[in-house]
């Protein structure tokens, strides 16, 4: 069955600098990937997700993940946080019929 | 507006009264699922849906009963509950399973006493 690491539970960065937010899966066979993020007491909203083509997906916000199978990875990054990007971030794998989780890291912004 | 709604939003309740929390989609979404987020294990998935009358476990689904008599509904029951089914639940929908974007409810805040 596949399963999703995120690396980091907490990733403090300062406005303005690199965001970067580690996603490592395991599975017998690529899998659909996902990027979810999650504002203060609201439900999950996709930022982006790779199924098929293109490894460097673009998302909304400014977010990017690129999907390196060699390193079964789907980092998330984004060059430059702002204050409104502070929440809890989940990478995803789904495969088959079912969706497993990370574990979430929540990205704060420091002014 | 296309969403997915959760009733109740917050829940005490004490444990072995049961309790229904219901989901509803209006996106004429077939796939459905409800989930438990919990701190440190992130999401876990309880029950899933393929259609309508078609369900199936997922990672969770012990103290968990569901159903899908209709399309848009897909209500979580918990017959007799227990304090360690207290968390934060949610449900999505999409347009089906793999690939497909799951759009999420608000989530439902469970305590059981």
């Known amino acids: 069955a596949q399963s999703v690491t995120q690396l980091g539970s907490h990733v403090s960065v300062s406005e303005g600098a690199l965001v970067l937010l580690r996603c490592n899966y395991s599975?017998?066979?690529?899998?659909?990937l996902f990027w979810y993020v999650q504002y203060p007491n609201q439900g999950l909203q996709l930022l982006l997700k790779?199924?098929?083509?293109?490894?460097l997906v673009k998302g909304i916000n400014g977010f990017e993940a690129e999907f390196k199978k060699s390193e079964t990875s789907f980092h998330l990054t984004k060059p430059s946080a702002h204050m409104s990007d502070a929440a809890e971030y989940f990478c995803?794998?789904?495969?088959?019929?079912?969706?497993?989780f990370g574990a979430g890291t929540r990205l704060t912004v420091k002014p | 507006e296309a969403q997915v709604t959760q009733n109740p939003r917050y829940l005490i309740t004490v444990t072995g009264k049961k309790l229904t929390v219901t989901c509803s989609q209006n996106?004429?979404?077939?796939?459905m699922s409800w989930y438990r987020q919990d701190p440190g294990l992130g999401l876990r998935q309880i029950y899933y849906?393929?259609?309508?009358?078609?369900?199936d476990k997922g990672d969770v689904p012990e103290g968990y009963k569901v159903s899908r008599k209709e399309k848009r509904n897909f209500p979580l029951i918990l017959e007799s509950p227990s304090p360690n089914q207290t968390s934060l639940y949610f449900c999505?929908?999409?347009?089906?399973?793999?690939?497909?974007?799951?759009?999420f409810g608000p989530g439902t805040r469970l305590t059981v006493l």
């Open positions: 999505a929908s999409s347009l089906g399973s793999g690939g497909y974007t799951q759009y």
């Open positions: 599975s017998s066979v690529p899998p659909y």
């Open positions: 996106m004429n979404h077939e796939y």
């Open positions: 790779y199924t098929t083509g293109a490894t």
């Open positions: 995803a794998v789904s495969l088959d019929n079912d969706m497993r």
């Open positions: 849906s393929m259609n309508v009358e078609v369900t």
